[in-house]
């Protein structure tokens, strides 16, 4: 069982593209005075006991505990509270830590916590620089890049200590020239890539062009690297693709809804953080109770695709938004899978 706590609604940067932005989003109080959209302790800890108990019914032997926002790390003093609230209180079944954050808080101390409690951290960086400041602002609309930069030393310390860490890299479309420099960029970190596109912009053709030449670009150096450290190398999206297509073998990708789950400050719960932003797909209340998603349907929407053997990169978020089916996704996502396995199949295989 994985929940994320949205412990704030909160965040130090105003990166273009969040959907915390959006007036419509559940968890936006972007005022760094009001304390409205911060979870307190009392429901950080029932939305655990409350999931704790349903991933024991389901014998479970993990519960995965997410802090996410806004910036968790706004919150770290409630983090070490859980934390040591976990480690006292709950011996049946193991918790364990994760967190995203993106990076600027990012200090010694916490640094040090993280390892201490084996946390894993998923560290959001779009690529270099150039590329990182199209997007992720500070609330003066400047690029954020620097405030990375003064806790890189940090950073590598947990990447290379705890090897439980990953980049999150968001593509738009204003940095998709960007890609090659800043798979290379990242690779130097020495942590897992999971980099996604943002699929609410508006892709045109030149723009899906350009990412296409970038990717065979990169894709010809992941080849070299992959066989000289003779393993796989660090892209998440690679290898999951390569592994799908040389063992037929599909890998449930989303599990949101069914054993994943995101609970909003007020103790709200939603399949994941994404479902956040729409008003009415709230699941229930930890206070109360919630229902599982609805996943009975006969049709399947992937049966005539060419990739049904081996695509398992399905969105019930993305789904949701553009088709009004979690099951069902948009043309545009397809086209980008076919792109992905395409390259990956002609360069590798
Ligand atoms: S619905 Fe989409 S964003 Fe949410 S967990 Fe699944 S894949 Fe991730
Ligand atoms: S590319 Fe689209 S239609 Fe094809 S298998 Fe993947 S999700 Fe299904």
Redesign the pocket.
């Known amino acids: 069982m994985v929940i994320d706590l949205i412990l704030t609604g909160k965040c130090n940067l105003r990166c273009k593209y969040c959907f915390e932005n959006r007036e419509n989003c559940k968890v936006n109080s972007r005022d760094e005075h009001v304390d409205s959209s911060d979870m307190n302790y009392e429901t950080a800890i029932k939305s655990i006991e409350y999931f704790k108990n349903i991933a024991i019914k389901n014998r479970e032997s993990i519960l995965q505990i997410n802090f996410f926002g806004g910036e968790p790390l706004l919150k770290f003093n409630i983090i070490k509270d859980i934390v040591n609230y976990c480690n006292k209180n709950i011996d049946d079944i193991e918790c364990v830590f994760s967190m995203t954050t993106n990076a600027t808080l990012f200090n010694e101390e916490i640094c040090d916590y993280c390892i201490e409690n084996n946390f894993t951290i998923m560290f959001s960086i779009d690529g270099n620089k150039l590329s990182h400041n199209k997007n992720r602002l500070t609330n003066n609309s400047e690029g954020s890049f620097y405030l990375i930069e003064k806790n890189l030393n940090f950073i590598t310390k947990f990447i290379n200590t705890s090897k439980k860490s990953q980049i999150k890299y968001i593509l738009n479309p204003n940095n998709i020239n960007y890609f090659y420099e800043s798979m290379i960029y990242l690779s130097k970190f020495n942590s897992p890539i999971s980099f996604d596109f943002n699929y609410e912009e508006l892709w045109k053709q030149e723009d899906i062009n350009i990412f296409q030449k970038e990717f065979e670009k990169y894709l010809k150096f992941y080849k070299e690297k992959r066989e000289i450290i003779g393993s796989e190398f660090n892209s998440i999206e690679i290898e999951r693709i390569l592994k799908s297509l040389s063992n037929y073998e599909i890998n449930k990708y989303c599990n949101a809804g069914e054993t994943m789950f995101a609970i909003n400050f007020n103790g709200d719960i939603y399949p994941c953080s994404r479902f956040i932003l729409e008003t009415n797909e709230s699941l229930g209340n930890i206070y109360k109770n919630h229902k599982t998603i609805e996943l009975q349907n006969n049709i399947n929407?992937?049966d005539e695709?060419s990739?049904?053997n081996y695509?398992n990169?399905?969105c019930k978020f993305i789904n949701k938004l553009y088709t009004g089916s979690i099951l069902k996704?948009p043309k545009f996502?397809?086209d980008i899978?076919?792109i992905l396995f395409y390259y990956i199949y002609k360069t590798f295989i």
Do not use: R
Request: charged fraction near 15%; include cysteine.
């Open positions: 929407y992937c695709c990739l049904k695509c990169a399905q996704p996502f397809c899978q076919k």
